[in-house]
Nanobody
């Protein structure tokens, strides 16, 4: 199994920035795409960004494109989400995610759901004030 632990959430003013981290453990070699989703109270969990194992491919939701950047450091088993120009609409619990099935391109994660994802972290809360 793979365990995912997010960190870096907090309170930030509109226009500010945060960097989230996701540390993976429990499996020595994980060679698949990973990504980030988010969920606000009363709303469905939605896709944010994904990155392939080799980091040669990334994919972003239209709502964050140009503001968020996903990256990874495989030597540290860590995926990052740099969030800039934050707005109150970005307020949500952010979850790190990893597919449990075969290798897939980053874009494919945009169609995955809470139910068919292989692994989830417990989330880290990001609150953006006006």
């Amino acid at each position: 199994q793979v365990q995912l632990v997010e960190s870096g959430g907090g309170l930030v003013q509109a226009g500010g920035s945060l960097r989230l981290s996701c540390a993976a453990s429990g499996r020595t070699f994980y060679t698949n795409t990973m990504g980030w989703f988010r969920q606000a109270p009363g709303k469905e969990r939605e896709f944010v960004a994904a990155i392939s194992w080799s980091a040669d491919s990334t994919y972003y939701a239209d709502s964050v494109k140009g503001r968020f950047t996903i990256s990874r450091d495989n030597a540290k088993n860590t995926v990052y989400l740099q969030m800039n120009s934050l707005t109150p609409e970005d307020t949500a619990v952010y979850y790190c995610a990893a597919p449990g099935g075969p290798h897939m391109p980053a874009q494919a994660m945009g169609a995955m759901t809470r139910g068919n994802m292989g692994y989830w972290g417990k989330g880290t809360l990001v609150t953006v004030s006006s």
